[in-house]
């Protein structure tokens, strides 16, 4: 069965501070992994990652996928009160007729104070 | 370009009677999921579809709830009969799926916070 394991399941620090939240997984065919920001609303795309070791970066936010050791990384640098937030991680599993079917983790949820 | 739309955006019934959820998924995507999330078991896929075609539905609880998508437009989730443990947030998302013109990143709707007293 497919697995996405999120670490920590919650986080609190102060602006400014950099922050480093962990996803590993075990999936029989991986396609690709996407993290995702959960306001009090609906899931938003954040990045998609399919080779090791290449960086994605949107401004603050940097995420970097390590296929041999099955697991990514996603960097927030100088953390705003806006950041506060759950981050999802997700695994495309490519076996079968999948279809983009994603596995999602538990999510850490980012609390970020002035 | 309009998102994933779904409606109502807040649904309170009474135990026992009819819910129909409903999701109008982003123009020329062509895979369409059904997601519920709760505090307690977090984001639970419950169906999805390829291309109007029901791919897996385990996710479903139980007989209480189906899924139809009758063209490539529009989705409806619906519970009969209600409990209050199916008081949650639903999520419709859909993608262009994996593969020469797709990518697979799902674009999630609003949601659907139904409550069932």
């Known amino acids: 069965e497919d697995k996405v394991v999120q670490s920590p399941l919650s986080l609190v620090v102060h602006e400014g501070d950099t922050v480093t939240l962990n996803c590993s997984y075990e999936v029989t065919n991986f396609r690709s992994l996407l993290w995702y920001k959960q306001e009090k609303k609906a899931p938003t795309f954040l990045f998609m990652l399919?080779?090791?070791?290449i960086e994605k970066k949107s401004g603050r936010l940097s995420s970097i996928l390590d296929k041999k050791e099955l697991f990514s990384i996603l960097n927030i640098t100088a953390t705003q009160t806006g950041d506060s937030a759950v981050y999802l991680c997700a695994v495309d599993n490519a076996g079968g007729t999948s279809y983009g079917k994603l596995t999602f983790g538990q999510g850490t949820i980012l609390t970020v104070h002035p | 370009d309009a998102g994933v739309i779904q409606s109502p955006r807040h649904e309170v019934t009474e135990m026992g009677q009819e819910v129909t959820l409903r999701c109008k998924p982003i123009s020329g995507h062509n895979s369409l999921f059904w997601y519920r999330q709760t505090m307690m078991r977090g984001l639970e896929l419950l169906i999805y579809?390829?291309?109007?075609?029901?791919?897996?539905d385990s996710g479903m609880p139980e007989d209480r709830f189906s899924a139809k998508m009758p063209n490539a437009s529009f989705s409806t989730l619906k519970i009969q009969p209600s409990e209050p443990r199916d008081s949650a947030v639903y999520f419709c998302?859909?993608?262009?799926?994996?593969?020469?013109?797709?990518?697979?990143?799902?674009?999630f709707g609003p949601g659907t916070r139904l409550t069932v007293l």
């Open positions: 399919t080779s090791s070791g």
């Open positions: 998302a859909s993608s262009r799926a994996p593969g020469l013109a797709g990518d697979g990143v799902q674009f």
């Open positions: 579809f390829n291309n109007n075609v029901p791919i897996d």
